[in-house]
């Protein structure tokens, strides 16, 4: 950004760059979480199924 200094324009970028990778983290974790969340019952129901019969 032109007019701020090097330094605060660094500190900037450095924070933007933490704040982008904790909110992936956050994405990558939530998408687990929902992976699991809907695999679970299918799994569960797949044995059940098969103790059934």
């Known amino acids: ?3 701020i200094p090097l330094e605060i324009g660094e ?3 450095v924070r933007w760059q933490a704040a982008v ?3 992936l983290d ?3 974790r939530l998408k687990a979480d ?3 969340a ?3 019952p299918m799994l ?3 044995s059940n199924c098969r103790t059934r019969k």
């Open 1 to 3: 950004m032109p007019g």
């Open 11 to 13: 500190q900037m970028r």
């Open 21 to 23: 990778a904790v909110r």
């Open 26 to 28: 956050d994405a990558v």
């Open 34 to 36: 929902a992976t699991q």
């Open 38 to 40: 809907i695999a679970a």
């Open 44 to 46: 569960n129901c797949a």
